[in-house]
């Protein structure tokens, strides 16, 4: 089987990422690296990449380089994704793709121009506990679901650096909301979402967003909550699902969770006052034990697996395969993200066919 080389520029923490923690796939080796930084330079040649190209032009211009991996900071993808689109290359951007839809739109026009492809590193689709809250409601088992609540919170703050500034495409929205909504889009698909509303955080930034939190609704339901913060002292669970037979939580990226349910058989039972600290209640009481059932989550039965990004790539560049992530489902999440933004700016729900 053919191997293909890959080049990365931008070889900061996720370019690096892609050579020493992601990319273990035969089918692909990354072989070279440009960075404007020449202290990032070294650490590839310590990493092992052969080629430390001196400007981007020799990367690009390299007959032996099938793909070019753009993993700078947002707002120089669309630019060098060109470059490499006109040179031939394969092009793999980091999300977001680009900063607006309009640029995009750019990107794709280029790619028509020439011929070439690029493609979109949206790898959290293959995120364990994804696979594993999306398995459990594509089975049936919660029956009809009608609210997901998805969440990423943390409390240390935005990372030093170009995601704190604007012109750089820096916030969370940006940054988490496009991995968050690109899961529930590709999980809903082909369900269009109708209507969008959201509140950005600016907790201890102004500039930029850093956190949000946002209701979508696509046709015919379900609601999706997407919260992400980066001033949460307590974390709220990473999913929350709720079905007309049964609700799932996964509380944290170790995917164990559980299911609650209720019987296949329903039994009835009698309906008691409960008597708690802030009073009595009948409606929000417990259900009786022998009324539900209680799932475990296996967190080991779901592995990581980020070579399947790669594997599409050589699969792709032979002919036998689609690529995994494509721009018009890109340009989806890039319009539900300035919904998002439209919404928060003028504090209504903004009705939309995306
Ligand atoms: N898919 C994911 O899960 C994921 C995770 C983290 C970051 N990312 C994305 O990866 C990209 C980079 O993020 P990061 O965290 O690695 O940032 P970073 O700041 O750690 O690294 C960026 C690197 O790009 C270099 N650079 C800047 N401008 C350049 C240019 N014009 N030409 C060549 N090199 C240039 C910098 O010197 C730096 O080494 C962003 O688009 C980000 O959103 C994706």
Redesign the pocket.
């Known amino acids: 089987m053919k191997q293909y080389k890959a080049a990365i520029?931008?070889?900061?923490?996720?370019?690096?990422?892609h050579k020493t923690g992601i990319c273990k796939t035969e089918r692909v080796s990354i072989t070279g690296v440009?960075?404007?930084?020449p202290?990032?330079m070294k650490q590839a040649q310590e990493d092992g990449i052969t080629k430390a190209y001196s400007s981007?032009e020799d990367l690009i211009g390299d007959k032996e380089i099938d793909i070019v991996i753009?993993?700078?900071?947002?707002n120089?993808?669309l630019?060098?994704a060109c470059r490499a689109m006109e040179a031939g290359k394969l092009v793999v951007?980091?999300?977001?793709v680009t900063m607006t839809s309009d640029e995009l739109q750019e990107l794709m026009d280029c790619a028509a121009k020439t011929g070439s492809k690029f493609t979109i590193?949206?790898?959290?689709r293959a995120d364990p506990d994804y696979l594993e809250m999306r398995d459990a409601v594509e089975k049936g088992l919660l029956g009809d679901v009608f609210e997901i609540e998805s969440r990423v919170t943390g409390s240390r703050g935005i990372?030093e650096?170009?995601?704190q500034y604007a012109v750089a495409?820096g916030g969370m929205m940006?940054?988490w909301g496009?991995?968050l909504i690109d899961q529930m889009v590709m999980m809903m698909s082909p369900k269009k979402v109708t209507d969008v509303y959201c509140e950005l955080y600016h907790v201890n930034y102004k500039e930029c967003d850093d956190g949000f939190k946002m209701i979508m609704h696509f046709e015919q339901g379900p609601s999706v909550t997407i919260e992400v913060g980066t001033s949460h002292f307590l974390s709220a669970p990473r999913w929350l699902v709720f079905g007309n037979r049964g609700a799932l939580t996964i509380p944290t990226w170790d995917c164990n969770g559980r299911i609650v349910r209720a019987k296949e058989h329903e039994v009835t039972w009698e309906e008691e006052i409960i008597y708690t600290k802030a009073g009595p209640t009948k409606t929000m009481a417990p259900r009786a034990k022998d009324t539900i059932e209680e799932i475990e989550l296996d967190g080991d039965l779901w592995k990581p697996d980020f070579d399947i990004f790669y594997r599409n790539l050589a699969d792709f560049l032979d002919g036998t395969a689609e690529l995994r992530v494509k721009p018009e489902e890109a340009m989806r999440v890039m319009k539900i993200m300035e919904a998002a933004f439209e919404s928060d700016r003028t504090r209504s729900v903004i009705k939309c066919e995306i």
């Open positions: 520029v931008g070889y900061g923490g996720m370019g690096r990422w440009y960075d404007i930084n202290e990032r981007y753009v993993a700078t900071p947002n120089f993808h630019e060098l951007c980091e999300k977001p590193h949206q790898n959290r990372p650096g170009w995601r495409g940006l940054d496009v991995h």
